[in-house]
Nanobody, 126 residues
Framework: QVQLVESGGGEVQPGDSLRLSCVASGHTFYTYDMGWFRQAPGKERELVAAIIWSGGTTYYVDSVKGRFTISRDNAMNTVYLQMNSLKSEDTAVYYC???????????????????WGQGTQVTVSA
């Protein structure tokens, strides 16, 4: 099965930066899109940023535009989220999401997958 391992969360002060990473493994990956969601206490999970397979198209929620940058390294099956000028309202659990086509060792052909990481806590507090 597809496994996603996230890292880079932590507790920082307002104005600081953090970089989240998410590595996908377990399958042979073909085309796939990658994104970061977050969920704050008492709120619904929201899409923060996403990047398509080629890296040519990205999406950001309005609240992070100009502060966050999503990027990917297809050779390493890794997606990054560089978060600058962090604010208290960025505090949440951040989840990596990867969806596309992959093939497991027992699969004769690639098939659709949609996987989530375990989440990493980001806390921005003075």
């Amino acid at each position: 099965q597809v496994q996603l391992v996230e890292s880079g969360g932590g507790e920082v002060q307002p104005g600081d930066s953090l970089r989240l990473s998410c590595v996908a493994s377990g399958h042979t990956f073909y085309t796939y899109d990658m994104g970061w969601f977050r969920q704050a206490p008492g709120k619904e999970r929201e899409l923060v940023a996403a990047i398509i397979w080629s890296g040519g198209t990205t999406y950001y929620v309005d609240s992070v535009k100009g502060r966050f940058t999503i990027s990917r390294d297809n050779a390493m099956n890794t997606v990054y989220l560089q978060m600058n000028s962090l604010k208290s309202e960025d505090t949440a659990v951040y989840y990596c999401n990867v969806r596309g086509y992959s093939r497991g060792s027992s699969d004769p052909l690639p098939k659709v997958f949609d996987s989530w990481g375990q989440g990493t806590q980001v806390t921005v507090s003075a």
